[in-house]
């Protein structure tokens, strides 16, 4: 039962994307920000629970841009700053801060269907790009992947507001650093393709 | 959609096969050291550290990748008058040094961190931060090595070769942060 909803619930996501399709050539560009909370990083397994796979809410914000170059597929290449908290830990007696990433990524997201258009619509999404993490003494630069699944409505002509749920991760070598990330946006269509109305 | 539709699915695909990049984690696991003296007359002491002794290294070893994350802490104190700048030097296998010299000749020594300077006469607790970046890059390669082998080494505090000095460390930790695939 449980197996079949969720089947159905993907199929619904999916034909939502689908159907948001619109025409090709249409172009918006957005903003967007929200929180990062970062996963199973520097945890200690001997007091383990749960909740300690997560790791302090840090924000995200960035910029992007949609177009829709082919049908069904609309490509977005983003830029996004994030910033994530000191943690301070008691060793042997002394409280120590260790301080959190400063990170900054680029890529590019491949979304079934529009983020954009009329009515209230989801879209599944994945992306690629290349994610700097930096803090005192350590970086990371690496490849970044990412998916996720947004809700779009659009409140007034030629404007979207997004919400965006993703799990990010930084590939290092055999492992990554990984994050959720939660996010609004706000999108405003620039060019309107073959086919717009 | 039907020519384009799996496109979505396709890279999703692909992004879960890299699985182990997905089932993975960054787990801090911290040594406390036993305090140590580092007189440049009368002589050094050093530490033996076992890895296999925390659980959580013991839980993990087979899973280690790399390391992400590494800091010696403490509160360094100068007994001297003058500055003093603190190094701490590994050997790979285990060893009981009473000297520096002696340290010195040890052919599996490397330098792994340092220097962190204690002003004349002063007590000084390191930040986390700073001790990140002290690390040396034969120490950090050294320290994975042990840590994906036998995870039995000896660490030492000593003073710069050819100077007077005089300090204690006291509430000492190695902190090490593995990556490791879940």
């Known amino acids: ?197 | 959609m039907r020519r384009y539709g799996w496109t979505i699915p396709a890279l999703a695909l692909g992004l879960l096969a890299a699985g182990c990049i997905l089932t993975s984690g960054q787990i801090q696991v911290s040594f406390d050291l036993p305090n140590f003296t580092a007189n440049s007359a009368t002589g050094i002491d050093g530490a033996t550290i076992d890895l296999n002794s925390q659980k959580e290294y013991q839980d993990n070893k087979e899973k280690l990748k790399d390391l992400s994350d590494l800091a010696v802490l403490g509160k360094f104190t100068n007994n001297s008058s003058s500055a003093v700048n603190v190094e701490v030097w590994m050997t790979t296998t285990p060893s009981s040094h009473l000297t520096e010299s002696a340290l010195m000749n040890d052919p599996t020594r490397v330098k792994l961190w340092g220097p962190f300077q204690v002003g004349p006469s002063a007590t000084k607790v390191i930040d986390w931060n700073a001790s990140a970046q002290l690390f040396t890059t034969a120490g950090k390669a050294a320290l994975l090595s042990e840590a994906k082998g036998d995870g039995n080494f000896s660490l030492y505090a000593v003073g710069p070769a050819g100077v007077a000095y005089d300090f204690g460390v006291a509430n000492g930790a190695l902190v090490l942060v593995i990556d490791v695939g879940i």
């Open chain 1, 1 to 197: 039962m449980r197996r079949s909803l969720t089947l159905t619930l993907f199929a619904l996501i999916l034909a939502s994307g689908a159907a948001q399709a619109g025409p090709v050539g249409d172009i918006s560009v957005g903003v967007f920000g929200g929180l990062s909370i970062p996963v199973l990083q520097d945890v200690s397994t001997s007091s383990f629970s749960p909740g300690d796979a997560f790791g302090a809410t840090g924000s995200q914000f960035g910029m992007r841009a949609a177009i829709h170059a082919i049908p069904v597929i609309t490509f977005e290449p983003y830029y996004a700053k994030s910033k994530y908290k000191d943690r301070d830990e008691t060793i042997g007696g002394i409280t120590y801060t260790r301080k959190g990433f400063d990170g900054k990524s680029y890529g590019l997201n491949a979304i079934l269907g529009k983020p954009e258009g009329t009515g209230i619509h989801f879209f599944p999404y994945v992306g690629i790009g290349k994610t700097k993490l930096e803090r005192t003494g350590q970086e990371i630069n690496k490849t970044g992947y990412n998916f996720g699944l947004g809700l779009g409505i659009s409140p007034a002509p030629k404007l979207s507001v997004q919400v965006r749920g993703e799990f990010a991760m930084v590939a290092t070598g055999d492992t990554s650093r990984k994050f959720t990330n939660a996010t609004v946006g706000l999108s405003y269509s620039l060019a309107s393709g073959k086919g717009s109305k």
